[in-house]
């Protein structure tokens, strides 16, 4: 157990559904990401939040939507997925530089 | 921004053979190169790391250079053992607030005994 949790571990959705995967760290961290990992991209960077102020990479669709209420949760909203959205998706979190603590993991199937 | 590349992509060896796997890296500001490895079905660990400061650390088995010139950093295992199988990222970082560590595509590194 390294202290970050993650929620659902695995979900299946349609295209035209609402869901939301959830990220909480114990460790006192003060930076959270989010990382998708599929076969063709392994641990591609999608979201920053570091002292819970968004850093963003540009090249994520607009139907992620990340969310950081505070230090210790972090979300990702999606909306309207496709197909090749269908991955493992990761969160870690790590003070506000260093080494980063994974979660186990929400493998998501977008039907 | 940064882009780390990778390589092999999948590496065989004997039980007791030593693997390498080697990476480059494209911003010289990065100063943090970390090492992960994520066993199937399982969430990525590091399992060792290095910064700017120094040019190779070893840790039992393991060890990792790192040239800054080239900006190419290595991870190194010798007397591979079965349970040594398994994907390895490298990552790099300028190691700053705000900025997050960018993967190799990683390594599959298979040991047969």
Redesign the interface.
Known sequence: E?GVTQTPRHLVMGMTNKKSLKCEQHLGHN?M?W?KQSAK???E?MF?Y??E?R?ENNSVPSRFSPECPNSSHLFLHLHTLQPEDSALY?CASSR?????F????SRLTVL | GENVEQHPSTLSVQEGDSAVIKCTYSDSASN?F?W?KQELG?????II?IRSNVGEKKDQRIAVTLNKTAKHFSLHITETQPEDSA?Y?CAA?T?????????G??TTLSVSS
């Open positions: 390294t930076a990401y990382y991209k392994p641990l960077l920053v570091s002292l102020e850093v990761l506000i530089t260093g080494e980063l994974f979660g186990e993991g | 943090y970390p992960y399982k969430r990525p660990q590091l790391d994907v990222f970082s190691n700053q607030a705000g900025t997050a560590l960018i993967f595509k990683g």
